[in-house]
């Protein structure tokens, strides 16, 4: 595929910190260079990266996303292989290729351009996450924008021939008009065009979403949200209550969107003072993956220098993968 390269033993190599007596995820991965391999490979998980900020910027954001699928890479390939953590079930495909994209993106600074350049990028990310769904397989992946989220609710859709269900966990909707793509409409767009059924939002933030979008949820029985201001006080298990509640709206089946504009104090595109802790968010996550889950899309990072959001990105990825 001319927009996607395939993770190599190479570059697993140049990531991982090696250390005599000990094994690292980056030491122990399998490596595939055609997506006719998929199928015949025993890992259920497969991990892409998008590192774009495009979406974002054309949604008038923070740019910086697209470091986070390098920062995940630097922390997760240096995760201890142990009885907790295996390479046995997952499997780093590669990343979708942006630098094209990015580069057009710098020449303008007008949104409606860089959503036909968003658009553009759809493309590519629906048919890799297709040939992961045909292969039967669970697509993790790490962006990136927003905006991704409609090529990849469009892939597995279409891998799977019917309409999925998506829970967002998100300070934001993401259902603004249908103008020109952007980080803030890929479920308006998903939804739309018939890939998206049920949608449910967990730890949506009143301040910071209109009122013309309130009450479209409100008319429209498919989609659901939960406020964060309705369960900040409570306890962590009531709050898990309230999660699987929301996991029973999407029928217990669906694609898992994580913005980690949802979590307070987090670098993101959109970063807030209030909202989910990453103790709260693994909890989530774990509670998530005993449901039937379709993909895991983890968005709008902005890494810092000291690596901590590349960790917090591996582990909820380790969170999702590792076995009960």
């Not at 994209?101 to 600074?109: I, L, P, R, V, W």
């Not at 891998?159 to 952007?182: E, F, K, M, S, W």
Request: aromatic share 10%; charged share 25%.
């Amino acid at each position: 595929m001319k927009n996607f390269t395939f993770f190599t033993p190479t570059r697993a190599q140049e990531l991982t910190k090696t250390r005599v007596g000990e094994v690292k995820m980056g030491e122990k991965l399998a490596f595939v260079n055609h997506f006719d391999d998929l199928a015949n490979r025993p890992e259920e998980f497969i991990i892409i990266g998008i590192p774009e900020d495009i979406g974002v910027r054309a949604n008038y954001g923070k740019a910086g996303t697209a470091a986070a699928w390098e920062a995940f890479l630097k922390a997760f390939l240096n995760i201890q292989v142990n009885p907790y953590n295996t390479t046995k079930n997952c499997l780093i495909l590669g990343e979708i290729l942006t630098k094209g994209s990015m580069q057009d993106a710098e020449k303008t600074n007008d949104p409606k351009e860089l959503g036909e350049i968003v658009s553009f990028n759809d493309t590519t990310v629906t048919q890799v996450v297709q040939k992961i769904i045909e292969a039967n397989k669970t697509p993790i992946v790490i962006g990136g924008g927003h905006n991704n989220a409609y090529g990849i609710i469009r892939g597995v859709a279409l891998g799977l021939d019917q309409p999925i269900n998506v829970l967002n966990i998100d300070a934001h909707t993401d259902l603004r008009n249908t103008d020109y793509r952007h980080s803030g409409n890929g479920f308006s767009f998903a939804s739309k065009e018939g890939y998206l059924d049920r949608y449910a939002i967990f730890g949506l933030h009143q301040n910071y979403t209109p009122d013309y979008i309130f009450e479209a949820i409100k008319a429209n029985k498919q989609q659901n949200y939960v406020c964060y201001e309705e369960i900040m006080h409570l306890t962590a298990l009531d709050k898990l209550v309230k999660f699987k509640k929301t996991a029973d709206f999407v029928r217990n089946q669906f694609g898992l969107e994580i913005d980690c504009d949802a979590v307070a104090n987090f670098a993101s595109s959109a970063a807030t003072p209030t909202g989910f802790d990453m103790r709260e968010l693994r909890s989530f996550v774990n509670l998530a993956k005993k449901q039937k889950t379709h993909y895991l899309h983890i968005c709008e990072a902005i890494p810092d220098e000291n690596g901590q959001v590349g960790k917090a990105l591996s582990y909820l990825v380790s969170d999702f993968i590792r076995d009960e």
